[in-house]
């Protein structure tokens, strides 16, 4: 890891419900005053992902909205594993705000953290991971570091480990 300034990958599910951005948004503003220190890979802070959220209004209304731009959509695996492999851990928010959505492209991202098991990976679940389908899942147990029941429990976590001494 490096010592100048640490990257965190800010992964988690994606959808058309607002949560799924602006949790990504909250961790951003709460460590702003940091960024000497710490920068965030967010795959929702970019136009593409603000025109999916602007331009569909349901579920099938944002499949339809990926699936109909497909040089935007190709790309993306490939920029999640350089985000995987150019960080220096993760933020991995498991939990299900469109249940019917699956976490497919999660469960990716931890599987690529698993073969950098030296990345720490922080989840977050509001609730009992350990009775949650998908936090229960292979690739989230092998991968996640440890679990926080909350955003803001995550953030105080990272400040302990990956900002200097008050």
């Not at 000497?36 to 209304?61: I, T």
């Not at 699956?102 to 679940?125: A, C, Q, R």
Request: charged fraction near 20%; charge should be neutral.
């Amino acid at each position: 890891m490096k010592t100048d300034e640490t990257v965190l990958y800010l992964i988690g599910q994606i959808t058309r419900d607002e949560r799924t951005y602006s949790w990504r948004s909250q961790v951003r503003r709460h460590f702003s005053q940091f960024a000497h220190y710490l920068k965030f890979f967010d795959p929702c802070n970019n136009d593409y992902s603000k025109e999916v959220l602007k331009n569909s209004d349901s579920v099938e209304g944002f499949r339809k909205y990926v699936k109909n731009t497909p040089q935007f959509s190709k790309v993306l695996p490939v920029r999640d594993m350089n985000y995987v492999m150019s960080s220096d851990g993760a933020i991995c928010n498991m939990n299900a705000y469109t249940p019917e959505k699956p976490f497919i492209g999660t469960f990716y991202e931890l599987s690529w953290y698993m073969t950098t098991p030296w990345k720490p990976v922080i989840g977050v679940f509001e609730g009992d991971y350990t009775q949650d389908l998908n936090c229960m899942h292979p690739f989230v147990q092998a991968s996640v570091t440890t679990w926080t029941s909350s955003i803001e429990e995550a953030c105080a976590l990272v400040e302990r480990l990956f900002l200097p001494a008050k």
